[in-house]
């Protein structure tokens, strides 16, 4: 990887420019490394690492977020099918991350690289410090040498802080990483306008998700061994590409020539500045517990993404919810156009409403004294459709 260094690129335009990447996230998808009945393909891990290897070695850093531990481990416990109890998910996850890993292992050890494995929950890159941690463990590996190998950390992960699926978990690791590029790999070669065998054309270039509205992206988990879909791709493409990070979605059968910057799949282009994993998070993925509807003044303060919320600008509040917990924020209308971590309970906020810092420390004691929302813990989102 020394080569990289050479490397300048920091905004890539097209998916020409691909090969003049610094850093590139990778995933991969479960069904384009394990077989239908279960166990990994070492055809296909092969093709995989035998494409990204000389993309290594052509000087672009890779990180590579795979899927598959849960599929690899279904076949050594004797399961027909993937486990729909978390329980067994996770049994599966800490079968066969191990028996994934030692392949990668030996196979990238062929191109004279190493791999070390980085597993992840969302709480993970939302807390600040395991934020930093991540950050510092991946960049280290790279620095010295090591290709990263991510994955959710299925085996201990909870639904409660699970990101769903390993696109978005893909996403999240890009913008944690300031990658110039996302790519995800699946068993579908692009996103179509219509259902290819109904006469559906490739869509090769998406500038905006509103023009993905009239377009049927199937329903999450219709693949067998995975848990996404097209629709979890597209809306991971469509997160990244939003917060500034351009994304290609294609097949892992067109990996190579993906790598190598030739037309193939649906190029997410890249809209409005970098964020944060974090910001990412809280604006897209976090779980929701209520919401806070705000006067028109407060609205204005808050859009402008430089100050926190105050109870005096907040009019009501709805749902159930504890201090930590993420909340949409509002204007009178109820479309949500921000998210982000309240300091206050649902039960404490109703009679701080509409009333002054200065006011609630009076009334209410010393620790009323903090915002609502710190403007740290707070992130403006943009309808992914």
């Known amino acids: 990887m020394s080569e990289s260094a050479t490397k300048t690129i920091s ?23 394990t077989t239908v009945s279960g166990g990994i393909s070492h055809e296909r891990l092969k093709f995989l690492v035998d494409t990204l290897a000389e993309t290594v070695n052509n000087g672009t850093e890779v990180i590579l977020v795979s899927s598959g531990a849960i599929a690899a481990g279904l076949a050594p416990l004797g399961l027909p099918k993937r486990p729909k109890d978390l329980a067994t998910q996770q049994a599966a996850a800490a079968v066969g991350q191990g028996l994934l890993l030692a392949q990668y292992t030996q196979l990238f050890e062929e191109h004279d690289l190493r791999v070390g494995q980085v597993l992840l929950t969302a709480d993970d890159l939302m807390r ?61 070669d692009s996103v179509y306008d219509a259902h290819p065998e109904e006469g559906g054309s490739r869509i090769t270039t998406i500038e905006h998700p509103d023009e993905l509205e009239a377009v049927d992206l199937g329903t999450p988990g219709a693949a067998g061994v995975g848990t996404g879909g097209m629709i979890t791709k597209v809306d991971a493409a ?127 004691g010393e620790g009323y004294d903090k915002s609502v929302v710190h403007v740290d813990d707070l992130a403006l989102i943009e309808p992914i459709f």
């Open 11 to 33: 905004a890539i335009a097209s998916p020409h420019e691909l090969p003049d990447a610094r850093r590139l996230v990778v995933k991969v998808g479960s069904s384009s490394l």
């Open 128 to 188: 600040r410090s395991s934020y930093t941690n991540a950050l510092r463990s991946l960049v280290r590996l790279l620095n010295l040498g090591v290709l990263p190998i991510v994955n959710e950390n299925d085996a201990v992960a909870t639904r409660e802080i699970r990101f769903g699926d390993n696109d978005r978990l893909a996403s999240l690791v890009a913008h944690l990483v300031k990658a110039d590029a996302l790519l995800l790999f699946s068993d579908v």
């Open 238 to 364: 469509t997160m990244s590409s939003s917060a500034g990070i351009p994304t290609l979605v294609t097949s892992t059968d067109n990996a190579a020539k993906a790598l190598r910057g030739e037309d193939v799949g649906t190029w997410f282009a890249a809209r409005n500045s970098r964020r944060s994993a974090r910001d990412v998070w809280l604006a897209y993925l976090a779980s929701i517990e209520g919401r806070l509807i705000l006067d028109e003044g407060a609205v204005q303060a808050i859009s402008r993404g430089t100050n926190s919320l105050l109870a005096a600008g907040i009019i009501d509040v709805e749902g159930a919810f504890e201090p930590g917990d993420a909340v949409e924020i509002c204007g009178s209308d109820r479309v949500p156009f921000a998210r982000g971590l309240v300091n206050y309970s649902s039960e404490e906020l109703p009679e701080m409403l509409g009333q002054n810092t200065g006011d609630l420390v009076e009334q209410l």
